[in-house]
């Protein structure tokens, strides 16, 4: 079923500019009900993958089957790729088809790289219904799955051929859920989009995604200019705040704690000064978004954890501010590390 014309006319296009591989992006309310117009040629089948308490529906105009995930970020394994590929080859998909992943970033990563991975690739579309997921998770190709020791440790390049982002459903996301793809969002006020806190919803997530959309356009695979893991920017921490598991944090909160951490180890470093610090400051506070380490946090556990990060190729690695902007760092003192996480711990 199309969408009402009132709809179609406040969805923008942006594209991901990637050669014979690029692909559009719409944003807006109502965009996911675009979903015939942008799937693959010749496709006959269209495999449904989200989770129940999602409850966002697509029609693809095509016969489709629903795939459901279990809920949570412990879905995001490779037992869960397992199910899935397994479910799709008894239901018949075929390498001409297309996966539809409906949902936040455990979804759009598992389902992203299953697709990947069948039949040594499959054309998927992906259809955010989070904020985190439609500013950041569905857009880039990036897709993978936890392991034990870590997040992310398994995946593959894989572009989608389109992603639909329908801000309609951010209408119904539960308040935490929202400020968690807030976390994700405050990264981009540092990446170059100007006055994001004072946009509008929509211009916001379209900023965001045009945002991505020239980095990974400009550097696909995180290759010698080192442009893409700039995206990374508070996550190394963030992810061993995920990994270690015991602390109460959505992704976009411990992202949040991240870019509060880089920025204290950036003017530890003498890369940034107390003014630029506080900007950070400024920006999480608007969104009401948490700094602070979750009590108890151990310091050993977290370094060691953000030592097995992918980008920790000569040591600690992150990505920090300076003078002329976000860089990739190796080599950080174990030292100067500490002196940042206790500054950062609540009183």
Avoid at 151 to 166: E, H, M, S
Wanted: a negative charge; one cysteine or more.
């Amino acid at each position: 079923m199309l969408a009402p014309t009132w709809l179609a006319y406040a969805v923008r296009e942006l594209r991901v500019d990637l050669g014979p591989r690029s692909y559009p992006v719409l944003v807006g309310p109502g965009a996911r009900h675009r979903l015939l117009e942008v799937l693959p040629i010749g496709a006959r089948k269209a495999a449904i993958v989200s989770q129940d308490a999602i409850g966002v529906t697509v029609d693809a105009g095509i016969e489709q089957a629903f795939f459901p995930m279990d809920d949570g970020e412990d879905a995001k394994c490779l037992e869960s790729v397992e199910e899935l590929c397994r479910a799709w080859t008894r239901w018949g998909l075929t390498r001409a088809d297309v996966v539809v992943a409906v949902g936040g970033g455990v979804v759009t990563d598992t389902a992203g790289f299953a697709a990947a991975v069948y039949h040594r690739g499959v054309a998927v579309i992906h259809v955010p219904t989070t904020l985190l997921g439609q500013v950041d998770a569905a857009i880039g190709g990036k897709t993978g799955v936890n392991l034990p020791e870590g997040k992310n440790l398994v995946g593959a390049f894989w572009q989608p051929a389109a992603v639909l982002c329908d801000t309609e459903t951010l209408l119904t996301l539960p308040p935490r859920e929202y400020r968690s793809g807030l976390g994700e969002m405050a990264k981009y006020a540092f990446l170059g989009v100007d006055d994001l806190p004072d946009l509008a919803l929509d211009d916001a997530v379209a900023a965001c995604v045009a945002c991505k959309a020239a980095v990974v356009g400009a550097d696909e695979r995180e290759g010698p200019s080192g442009r893409r893991a700039l995206l990374n920017y508070g996550h190394t921490l963030a992810h061993a705040l995920e990994t270690v598991g015991r602390y109460d944090l959505r992704h976009g909160e411990a992202v949040a704690i991240g870019l509060a951490f880089a920025a204290e180890l950036a003017r530890r470093l003498g890369r940034i000064d107390t003014t630029r610090v506080r900007e950070h400051y400024t920006v999480l506070s608007g969104y009401d978004l948490p700094w602070l380490l979750p009590p108890g946090t151990d310091t050993d556990e977290v370094i060691m954890v953000m030592g097995r990060d992918k980008k920790a190729t000569a040591g600690l690695t992150f990505v920090l501010d300076g003078p002329a902007g976000l860089e990739v760092v190796p080599g950080v003192s174990e030292v100067a590390v500490r002196d940042a996480l206790e500054l950062m711990r609540p009183s």
